[in-house]
T-cell receptor, first 112, second 113 residues
Framework: LAKTTQPISMDSYEGQEVNITCSHN???????ITWYQQFPSQGPRFIIQ???TKVTNEVASLFIPADRKSSTLSLPRVSLSDTAVYYC?????????????FGSGTRLLVRP | KAGVTQTPRYLIKTRGQQVTLSCSPI?????VSWYQQTPGQGLQFLFE???????NKGNFPGRFSGRQFSNSRSEMNVSTLELGDSALYLC????????????FGQGTRLTVV
């Protein structure tokens, strides 16, 4: 299972773009990169997923370099409601032995 | 499409008692996983069920068990509760071909006194 490393915490201000980088040096060929967001006392929520290059949805963008050893979650123009913990995970969809392994995540604090 | 439903939302139990938590996955999802979240240990994988069979298991004592029914609904049971079992218990479901895209419920907050 690929281990991930991400910053423990980040601070930002409303309206700014936030980039959270995750390292996954041992990512396997079949692994996808998935990001989850979690608010206090709620279950994690799927944000975005990618395999290579760039993926964008209505919430965020995910940038993945060619070597796939890292990825960057980009949150455009954050608001106070984006204050949450963000988790980066890697794994393969069809791997029946895979289990979601959550690291410590990145605690993002958005200030007014 | 209804999301993952967990019941009850909150529970207070006494040490030594047992507890059963329930999870109804998203319709069509046959994989159900359970997680424990505590401030000290973070989110930890308990076990996963697929088609009524336990497919994966985390590093938890045998007091933690689960099962899955033919309609994919799942229950987890904790026997002989300890104070350290106080946690948010989360259930997640996923479709067989999108296993790492999991959908979580709101969780059950268990407090052991």
């Amino acid at each position: 299972l690929a281990k991930t490393t991400q910053p423990i915490s980040m601070d930002s201000y409303e309206g700014q773009e936030v980039n959270i980088t995750c390292s996954h040096n041992n990512i396997a060929t079949n692994d996808y990169i998935t990001w989850y967001q979690q608010f206090p006392s709620q279950g994690p929520r799927f944000i975005i997923q990618g395999y290579k290059t760039k993926v964008t949805n209505e919430v965020a963008s995910l940038f993945i370099p060619a070597d796939r050893k890292s990825s960057t979650l980009s949150l455009p123009r954050v608001s106070l409601s984006d204050t949450a913990v963000y988790y980066c995970l890697v794994g393969a969809h069809l791997d029946s032995s895979y289990k979601l392994i959550f690291g410590s995540g990145t605690r993002l604090l958005v200030r007014p | 499409k209804a999301g993952v439903t967990q019941t009850p939302r909150y529970l207070i139990k006494t040490r030594g008692q047992q507890v059963t938590l329930s999870c109804s996955p998203i319709s069509g999802h046959r994989s159900v996983s359970w997680y424990q979240q505590t401030p000290g240990q973070g989110l930890q994988f308990l076990f996963e069920y697929f088609s009524e069979t336990q497919r994966n298991k985390g590093n938890f004592p045998g007091r933690f068990s689960g099962r899955q029914f033919s309609n994919s609904r799942s229950e987890m049971n904790v026997s002989t509760l300890e104070l350290g079992d106080s946690a948010l218990y989360l259930c997640a479901s996923s479709s067989p071909d999108r296993r790492i895209e999991a959908f979580f419920g709101q969780g059950t907050r268990l407090t052991v006194v």
